[in-house]
């Protein structure tokens, strides 16, 4: 049998979903402030997606010994570590929102790559738009190691602002 999606349905009284990617970076912060200093309506229904790239947890770390062997106990302690980190990351992005006065949920995402993330998320919980920030790494910088930002302007599905700060 075949798993079936269900189909996201706006929290009642919402006009649009609006998706700000959150990393936790300054960038990402002024990201959402621009949201909530030029977008913001009281009738939107704002997700905080922070998508997490599990390859970069397991590729900094020692956990294995060779390609064919790994300390499961090592591998298992950076993974509640990371689950630690990400859900302090949760409740801080959360905090901006009640202090903004935001209706609003926070969602953490686990992908391939940070963008997948967003715009897989973008997609579940049917946003209207998405707003992330950017580090405004040059050319050369970007081709080798690409760009979040660039990732969900060309694969996303709706509009895409990307906040770009001096």
């Not at 649009?16 to 959150?22: N, R, S």
């Not at 040059?138 to 906040?163: E, Q």
């Amino acid at each position: 049998m075949a798993a079936q999606e269900t189909e996201y349905k706006k929290p009642e009284g919402t006009k649009k979903t609006v998706v700000v990617a959150m990393d936790g970076s300054e960038h990402s912060r002024k990201a959402f402030q621009w949201y909530l200093d030029n977008v913001h309506e009281p009738t939107d229904h704002l997700v905080m997606v922070h998508s997490v790239e599990m390859n970069e947890v397991l590729n900094s770390q020692n956990w294995y010994s060779s390609p064919y062997t790994f300390d499961k106990d090592v591998m298992f302690s950076l993974l509640e570590e990371e689950k630690k980190r990400i859900t302090a990351k949760l409740e801080e992005f959360a905090k901006l929102l009640q202090d903004a006065r935001v209706n609003g949920t926070v969602k953490s995402v686990h992908a391939t790559s940070p963008g997948e993330g967003i715009v897989k998320a973008s997609k579940d919980v049917g946003a209207d738009l998405i707003i992330t920030g950017t580090r405004g790494m040059g050319k050369l910088r970007r081709t080798f190691l690409g760009s979040v930002s660039d990732y969900i302007l060309h694969h996303s599905h709706v509009p895409v602002i990307i906040c770009r700060h001096e």
